[in-house]
Protein backbone atom coordinates (compact mmCIF):
# COMPACT_ATOMS: atom_id res chain seq x y z
CA UNK A 1 0.00 0.00 0.00
CA UNK A 2 1.03 3.33 -1.14
CA UNK A 3 0.23 6.93 0.09
CA UNK A 4 0.99 9.99 -2.18
CA UNK A 5 0.33 13.11 -0.22
CA UNK A 6 0.04 16.69 -2.08
CA UNK A 7 -1.26 20.05 -2.60
CA UNK A 8 0.51 21.73 0.43
CA UNK A 9 1.84 24.97 0.09
CA UNK A 10 2.00 28.86 1.83
CA UNK A 11 -1.02 30.64 1.82
CA UNK A 12 -2.58 33.91 4.04
CA UNK A 13 -5.13 33.36 6.55
CA UNK A 14 -8.50 33.57 5.58
CA UNK A 15 -7.37 31.70 1.99
CA UNK A 16 -8.26 27.95 0.83
CA UNK A 17 -5.95 24.88 0.28
CA UNK A 18 -7.22 21.43 -1.66
CA UNK A 19 -4.82 18.54 -0.21
CA UNK A 20 -4.60 15.42 -2.17
CA UNK A 21 -4.25 11.76 -1.01
CA UNK A 22 -3.32 9.26 -3.64
CA UNK A 23 -3.75 5.81 -2.54
CA UNK A 24 -2.59 2.45 -4.46
CA UNK A 25 -2.15 -1.05 -3.58
CA UNK A 26 -4.93 -0.73 -1.34
CA UNK A 27 -6.70 -4.90 -0.43
CA UNK A 28 -9.10 -4.19 2.08
CA UNK A 29 -12.87 -4.26 1.27
CA UNK A 30 -13.45 -1.49 3.47
CA UNK A 31 -10.98 0.80 4.84
CA UNK A 32 -10.27 4.59 5.75
CA UNK A 33 -8.53 7.34 5.23
CA UNK A 34 -7.25 10.00 7.68
CA UNK A 35 -5.53 13.34 7.49
CA UNK A 36 -3.58 13.87 10.32
CA UNK A 37 -1.20 17.19 10.93
CA UNK A 38 2.02 17.77 13.38
CA UNK A 39 2.95 21.23 14.09
CA UNK A 40 6.87 21.47 15.56
CA UNK A 41 6.53 20.51 18.95
CA UNK A 42 3.48 19.36 18.88
CA UNK A 43 2.10 15.53 18.56
CA UNK A 44 0.34 14.53 15.49
CA UNK A 45 -3.61 14.85 16.14
CA UNK A 46 -6.20 13.75 13.75
CA UNK A 47 -8.37 16.39 11.90
CA UNK A 48 -10.43 14.49 9.27
CA UNK A 49 -11.01 10.90 8.03
CA UNK A 50 -13.24 9.44 6.17
CA UNK A 51 -14.53 5.73 5.12
CA UNK A 52 -13.64 5.32 1.71
CA UNK A 53 -16.82 2.50 0.88
CA UNK A 54 -19.88 4.97 2.19
CA UNK A 55 -18.30 8.30 2.61
CA UNK A 56 -19.14 8.52 6.49
CA UNK A 57 -16.72 10.97 7.95
CA UNK A 58 -15.36 12.78 11.19
CA UNK A 59 -13.52 15.78 11.53
CA UNK A 60 -11.54 17.37 14.51
CA UNK A 61 -13.81 20.44 16.15
CA UNK A 62 -11.34 22.55 15.61
CA UNK A 63 -11.75 22.24 11.61
CA UNK A 64 -15.32 21.52 11.34
CA UNK A 65 -17.22 23.74 9.39
CA UNK A 66 -14.22 24.74 7.55
CA UNK A 67 -12.64 21.91 6.36
CA UNK A 68 -14.12 19.25 4.31
CA UNK A 69 -13.16 15.72 3.43
CA UNK A 70 -13.91 13.69 0.38
CA UNK A 71 -13.08 11.21 -2.00
CA UNK A 72 -13.28 10.19 -5.90
CA UNK A 73 -15.75 8.09 -6.98
CA UNK A 74 -13.21 5.47 -7.40
CA UNK A 75 -11.76 5.78 -3.83
CA UNK A 76 -8.20 6.20 -5.61
CA UNK A 77 -7.71 9.73 -4.00
CA UNK A 78 -8.92 11.32 -1.09
CA UNK A 79 -9.04 15.35 -0.68
CA UNK A 80 -8.98 18.00 2.17
CA UNK A 81 -10.06 20.90 1.51
CA UNK A 82 -9.12 23.88 3.78
CA UNK A 83 -11.23 26.81 3.91
CA UNK A 84 -11.40 30.08 5.94
CA UNK A 85 -7.31 28.82 7.05
CA UNK A 86 -5.74 29.80 10.35
CA UNK A 87 -2.28 30.39 11.53
CA UNK A 88 -2.81 27.63 13.62
CA UNK A 89 -3.96 25.36 10.78
CA UNK A 90 0.23 25.80 10.02
CA UNK A 91 1.90 21.97 10.16
CA UNK A 92 3.05 19.07 8.10
CA UNK A 93 -0.21 17.21 6.87
CA UNK A 94 -0.08 13.66 6.33
CA UNK A 95 -2.85 11.20 4.89
CA UNK A 96 -2.80 7.92 6.99
CA UNK A 97 -4.72 4.01 5.77
CA UNK A 98 -6.73 2.14 8.36
CA UNK A 99 -9.20 -0.39 8.98
CA UNK A 100 -11.54 2.05 10.13
CA UNK A 101 -11.98 5.40 10.99
CA UNK A 102 -10.37 6.48 14.55
CA UNK A 103 -8.75 9.19 16.24
CA UNK A 104 -5.63 7.33 17.35
CA UNK A 105 -2.68 7.37 15.03
CA UNK A 106 -2.10 4.44 16.21
CA UNK A 107 -4.97 2.55 14.48
CA UNK A 108 -3.69 3.12 10.90
CA UNK A 109 -1.26 1.05 9.18
CA UNK A 110 0.33 2.89 6.10
CA UNK A 111 1.15 6.54 5.84
CA UNK A 112 2.14 8.68 3.18
CA UNK A 113 4.81 11.57 3.44
CA UNK A 114 3.60 14.90 5.03
CA UNK A 115 2.88 18.12 2.99
CA UNK A 116 3.85 21.21 4.42
CA UNK A 117 0.74 23.61 5.23
CA UNK A 118 1.99 27.22 6.22
CA UNK A 119 -0.60 29.84 6.89
CA UNK A 120 1.14 32.99 7.70
CA UNK A 121 0.91 37.07 6.35
Known amino acids: VQLQASGGGLVQPGESLRLSCSVSGATLDVYAIGWFRQAPGKERERVSCITVSDGSTDYDDSVKGRFTISRDNAGNTVYLQMNSLKPEDTAVYYC???????????????WGQGTLVTVSS
Open 96 to 110: ALGSKRAQDPNMYDY
